[in-house]
């Protein structure tokens, strides 16, 4: 076998690694997707806050921040309320009035 025969022989197999990789990585990322989705719904089954419509959550998240939106305190509060967890803090990041 000729040395341009071998190269051309490892450049097929590192080609299909290559794909292999590609198809691996797509699945996972679907994989994660999945998963993540997977999360949200457990959340709003145990969850409260994530069985109730946007506008009542909206209210009550706005009845724990500030009474005067001091810019410091106002975002002190709001982080607190978009790290207590992931559906928290995708519910906050959805209520454009929060910010």
Not at 2 to 13: G, H, V, Y
Not at 20 to 48: G, M, Y
Not at 65 to 90: D, G, M, Q
Request: net charge positive; aromatic share 6%.
């Amino acid at each position: 076998m000729a040395a341009s025969e071998t190269a051309i022989q490892l450049r097929a197999q590192i080609a299909d690694i290559c794909s292999s990789i590609a198809r691996q990585r797509a699945l996972l990322k679907e994989l994660e997707k999945q998963k993540s989705e997977a999360e949200s719904l457990l959340n709003a089954v145990v969850d409260p806050m994530g069985r109730l419509p946007l506008e009542v959550a909206a209210e009550i998240f706005k009845k724990c921040l500030p009474l005067t939106p001091k810019f410091s305190n106002y975002r002190a509060a709001l982080a607190v309320l978009t790290e207590i967890c992931h559906a928290w803090r995708k519910l906050a990041i959805s209520i454009p009035s929060l910010w």
